[in-house]
């Protein structure tokens, strides 16, 4: 696996593309990627969280995109639009390891529905829904929101080679709405949660960290970022 960082030149995007990258447009950013990988034809080889930068000395502006990247085959920049700084990403864990951890994810369930095979849906959009509308701004609506949010994750760690010693954090929750030309639109959600986790299972969670958490992963959802704390 590969690790990488890409920065994109906003003088090589054409206007429209560049007003969907700085809106963080989760279709466009993965359409753009594709092009570090121009000699691959296959199923898609990388999963991808797109930020605003943080400057380091030297390196330009503040708030600029940036995505970090996660592939199982090196990434190759592309002159005047894409540059990648890669390297090969092989984690040592041990069972016991505590890692400060970042996820952007897409929270979902199923949910049975009479005479049909059951459905998808989000997790937070069905801890709001039985709220009347003019509740949906409240802080019951919120806690029970943020609640169902930390369960979803906290409920499945241990499946995904770790368990969270603490309650995490959680950031920013978005909706997303992908207009595709003619077809159906695509619709669903991210949530940013943030904390420490302690490995119960290296070889499961490195497993977990190539395949992405939740769905949404050709969206910008998925990656799992990790450092010692």
């Given at each position: 696996m590969y690790l990488s960082r890409v920065r994109v030149d906003l003088n090589g995007l054409s206007r429209e593309k560049l007003f969907d990258v700085m809106s963080a447009e989760a279709y466009t950013a993965h359409q753009l990627l594709w092009q570090l990988?121009?000699?691959?034809?296959?199923?898609?080889?990388?999963?991808f969280r797109q930020e605003l930068e943080e400057t380091e000395e030297g390196r330009g502006p503040k708030g600029l995109p940036l995505f970090y990247l996660l592939s199982d085959r090196e990434p190759m920049s592309v002159s005047g639009l894409l540059e990648a700084e890669s390297k090969p990403f092989v984690p040592e864990l041990n069972v016991g390891d505590r890692l400060a951890f970042r996820l952007r994810a897409n929270p979902t369930m199923?949910?049975?529905?009479?005479?049909?095979?059951?459905?998808?849906?989000?997790?937070?959009?069905?801890a709001k829904k039985p709220f009347a509308p003019g509740q949906r701004t409240s802080q019951a609506c919120v806690d029970a929101m943020n609640g169902k949010a930390r369960e979803w994750l906290e409920s499945r760690s241990e499946t995904w080679g770790f368990r969270l010693p603490f309650t995490p954090e959680l950031g920013a929750y978005r909706q997303h709405v992908l207009n595709k030309?003619?077809?159906k639109p695509v619709q669903f959600s991210t949530v940013d949660y943030e904390g420490l986790l302690e490995v119960t299972n290296p070889g499961k969670l490195i497993e977990t960290m190539a395949h992405?958490?939740?769905?949404?992963?050709?969206?910008?959802?998925?990656l799992l970022l990790l450092r010692r704390p």
């Open positions: 990988f121009p000699d691959y034809e296959g199923p898609r080889p990388f999963i199923a949910v049975a529905v009479p005479g049909k095979r059951g459905q998808r849906a989000d997790v937070l959009m069905a030309g003619s077809e992405g958490i939740g769905r949404a992963k050709a969206f910008g959802g998925g």
